[in-house]
T-cell receptor, first 114, second 107 residues
Framework: GAVVSQHPSWVICKSGTSVKIECRSLDFQATTMFWYRQFPKQSLMLMATSNEGSKATYEQGVEKDKFLINHASLTLSTLTVTSAHPEDSSFYIC??????????FGPGTRLTVT | RKEVEQDPGPFNVPEGATVAFNCTYSNSASQSFFWYRQDCRKEPKLLMSVYSSGNEDGRFTAQLNRASQYISLLIRDSKLSDSATYLCVVAYNDMRFGAGTRLTVKP
């Protein structure tokens, strides 16, 4: 399988600040990466699809100006949560598409906004 | 109607039991199908892909019925370590996740 890393794994920030989360495919090139959010005891919710070299495609209801996605290279996508609020506290997970539509997930970033 | 629907669970079974999970999907154009496993506070991990001919990997058997838009996962001789949430995933242009079914295997 493919390896996807995510950094940081855990972050606490104050309300109003911005947080950047990095997602890297370590042993393969990923033209497409995905960002998900998961609240406790709920399923993964797709936030956006990140395409290398182009703008991300956001799911309905996800504010693109609040959740900035940059896919600058074939191995790196970043998600920046701007002006974070306590309701943004969640588990953010990225994934990268490998072969045969299989997706491999990063270990996730637990964000707590105080 | 949700795009991917799963048995809500939770399933509580004794060690050694056989347990089956079901999943239905709404997009008939879906191309790929998977079962993922997610442990508490961890990321999902691919358990197995699901093929039209059905596939088996040790104690796990997955089946797909395109006509009925139905996917299943069968776990035989369940182990304590099988306790997790099992996610049904359907892919078209992107992947859509079911809400997951929680399994607890007890001694």
């Amino acid at each position: 399988g493919a390896v996807v890393s995510q950094h940081p794994s855990w972050v606490i920030c104050k309300s109003g600040t911005s947080v950047k989360i990095e997602c890297r495919s370590l042993d393969f090139q990923a033209t497409t990466m995905f960002w998900y959010r998961q609240f406790p005891k709920q399923s993964l919710m797709l936030m956006a699809t990140s395409n290398e070299g182009s703008k991300a495609t956001y799911e309905q209801g996800v504010e693109k100006d609040k959740f900035l996605i940059n896919h600058a290279s074939l191995t790196l996508s970043t998600l920046t949560v701007t002006s974070a609020h306590p309701e943004d506290s969640s588990f953010y997970i990225c994934s990268a598409r490998w072969q045969r539509d299989e997706q491999y997930f990063g270990p996730g970033t637990r964000l707590t906004v105080t | 109607r949700k795009e991917v629907e799963q048995d809500p669970g939770p399933f509580n079974v004794p060690e050694g039991a056989t347990v089956a999970f079901n999943c239905t999907y709404s997009n008939s154009a879906s191309q790929s199908f998977f079962w993922y496993r997610q442990d508490c506070r961890k990321e999902p991990k691919l358990l197995m892909s699901v093929y039209s001919s059905g596939n088996e990997d040790g104690r796990f058997t997955a089946q797909l019925n395109r006509a009925s838009q139905y996917i299943s996962l069968l776990i035989r001789d369940s182990k304590l370590s099988d306790s997790a949430t099992y996610l049904c995933v359907v892919a078209y242009n992107d992947m859509r996740f079911g809400a997951g079914t929680r399994l607890t295997v007890k001694p």
